[in-house]
């Protein structure tokens, strides 16, 4: 909450599952589009909000398996939980605003005489979340009945039915549109409300986010037959909301461009990245420059002294690169590694991307950078933190004058380069 100094240019509440992250898309390609446009674009003053219903559990399991960035608010568990940056820091508000009128045990109790419920992964059982298998058939039966039996004990719940097989039940408080209400009541009493905010989702647990008011929405092309149930009969009309034409993150790029919320250009859709210097700030730099590595050794772009010479323009002439196994050399020189490994991954799933880019101007010319960069290969993935120093050219150029990487995660089948 405390990364940005004023208002967020625009905030992104985006679902997972089927939203964000395209599970039929083996390549990654939405995802990694998006990825790039919001590194390079958006994250220096714009806030990254990830709406799941899936348990803290499942969600650190999902971002082991996509290349998926760092939000600055995680909401999971079906608006149950509010976490903050990467080390997740709960919000102790929002547990306190919850446990009115809630009582887990209870609905346990009560539930367990239902024998259309089968019980969910204990991971997915929360402190304010108790979440359900039902047939679709069954669902709205056992919904009336629930909501009957529970109010008849004192509780105020929230029954949600998704996917056409999950059924969650909530505090009446809870639930991704609240959090999200809840969020931007924080903001205001700081005097930091987002410019403007943009929702993103695919099922019937996401249909609160749209209800939100001043909000821009977007349903990707896959949504779900549940919300586009909703949106015929609650917001068909609504200029505000969209039905993409386009699947998950695609779908969120598309929207950015509709509503004129900024650039929706991501610098994956580049062909020449070399010339990409419009709106030029460091982390656009980060970002292109790990995305001609990629095509270099993809074999995507033409093996060429030209190329080379380019990307050792940006670099200073006493510029030191210091590789996570400690290794020291100028980067002009580690750059010539480069005309060994040209196309080395041509054909094979080689894919870059950066993470949680930071930048900070430390003098008139100079700014300091600090980011996650990643490498997946296949199932294979490995990552270091990069610390780097910048100077600013002439026509908004930036120079590389020191980079220094330490390994996140290494795996010994895959060297790594750069």
Not at 57 to 71: A, G
Not at 82 to 99: A, C, H, R
Not at 329 to 354: E, F, T
Request: one cysteine or more; aromatic letters at 8%.
């Amino acid at each position: 909450m405390d990364r940005l100094k004023s208002s967020a240019r625009l905030m992104i509440v985006s679902d997972l599952d089927h939203t964000m992250v395209d599970h039929h898309d083996p390549e990654n390609t939405s995802i990694l589009r998006f990825n790039a446009l919001w590194e390079a674009h958006y994250r220096h003053d714009s806030l990254l909000v990830f709406s799941t219903g899936r348990s803290p559990t499942l969600y650190k399991q999902l971002r082991k398996e996509k290349p998926m960035i760092t939000p600055d608010i995680a909401i999971m568990s079906v608006g149950t939980e509010i976490t903050y940056g990467k080390s997740m820091e709960p919000d102790d508000g929002w547990v306190q605003f919850l446990n009115q009128k809630w009582d887990k045990d209870v609905v346990i109790e009560e539930t367990s005489k239902f024998p259309e419920l089968s019980r969910q992964a204990e991971t997915e059982q929360r402190p304010h979340k108790v979440s359900f298998y039902v047939k679709k058939e069954k669902a709205e039966q056992v919904t009336e009945a629930l909501n009957k039996v529970l109010k008849g004990r004192g509780l105020d719940v929230k029954i949600i039915y998704s996917g056409g097989i999950d059924l969650d039940i909530l505090p009446q408080g809870a639930g991704k549109g609240q959090a999200l209400a809840y969020l931007l009541k924080k903001f205001e009493a700081e005097g930091k409300r987002p410019v403007n905010t943009l929702v993103c989702g695919d099922s019937g647990n996401d249909a609160e986010l749209f209800s939100i008011p001043e909000v821009h929405g977007v349903m990707v092309s896959n949504a779900q037959e549940e919300l586009l149930q909703w949106y015929a009969a609650n917001a068909k009309n609504n200029p505000k909301i969209l039905h993409a034409s386009e699947r998950c993150a695609a779908g969120i790029i598309q929207a950015i461009g509709h509503f004129k919320l900024g650039t929706n250009i991501s610098p994956r859709d580049v062909s020449d990245l070399t010339k990409d210097i419009e709106n030029a700030h460091p982390a656009h730099e980060v970002v292109n420059f790990n995305l001609l590595l990629e095509k270099w050794r993809r074999a995507e772009v033409e093996n060429t002294e030209l190329f080379l010479a380019g990307l050792k323009a940006v670099s200073h002439p006493t510029g030191v690169f210091i590789h996570p196994s400690g290794t020291e050399s100028h980067i002009k020189d580690h750059l010539n590694i480069l005309r060994k490994v040209y196309g080395d991954s041509q054909g094979k799933p080689l894919k870059i991307w950066v993470d949680d880019v930071s930048a900070s101007q430390i003098g008139s010319d100079t700014w300091l950078l600090k980011f996650d960069k990643w490498e997946l290969y296949g199932e294979e993935r490995q990552g270091c933190v990069v610390t780097a120093v910048m100077s600013t050219k002439e026509s908004n150029w930036f120079t590389w004058l020191h980079v220094h990487q330490t390994f996140l995660e290494q795996s010994a089948k895959q060297e790594w380069l750069f």
